[in-house]
């Protein structure tokens, strides 16, 4: 059974930064196709926020793009998310999410971030 756990969050100001990480407890984690993450904001549907592939390339939607960094370290089985300049729009709850096979995906238990001042 494939386990994801983040940790990190917790209340900055806006302008400040935090750092999520997710470790996935399976070794599966460098076969995994795509991983990223996902917010979700009261009242509001998930959204996507980042991902990394094969290869480390990665990609990011407008409105976090220059500001949030997905990276992986693949000895820890850890997947990260730097975010900078954080604003009161970026709270949610962050999400964990890996893709072993097509229909084969996995999520954390989700960990919340507020930007507030």
């Known amino acids: 059974q494939v386990q994801l756990v983040e940790s990190g969050g917790g209340l900055v100001q806006p302008g400040g930064s935090l750092r999520l990480s997710c470790v996935v407890s399976?070794?599966?984690?460098?076969?995994?196709?795509?991983m990223g993450w996902f917010r979700q904001a009261p009242g509001k549907e998930r959204e996507w926020v980042a991902s990394?592939?094969?290869?480390?390339?990665?990609n990011y939607p407008n409105s976090v793009k220059g500001r949030f960094t997905i990276s992986r370290d693949h000895a820890k089985r850890t997947l990260y998310l730097q975010m900078n300049i954080l604003k009161p729009e970026d709270t949610a709850v962050y999400y964990c999410?890996?893709?072993?096979?097509?229909?084969?995906?996995?999520w954390g238990q989700g960990t919340q971030v507020t930007v507030s001042s």
């Open positions: 999410h890996a893709a072993l096979r097509v229909g084969e995906e996995y």
């Open positions: 399976s070794t599966v984690f460098s076969s995994m196709y795509t």
């Open positions: 990394i592939f094969s290869g480390d390339w990665t």
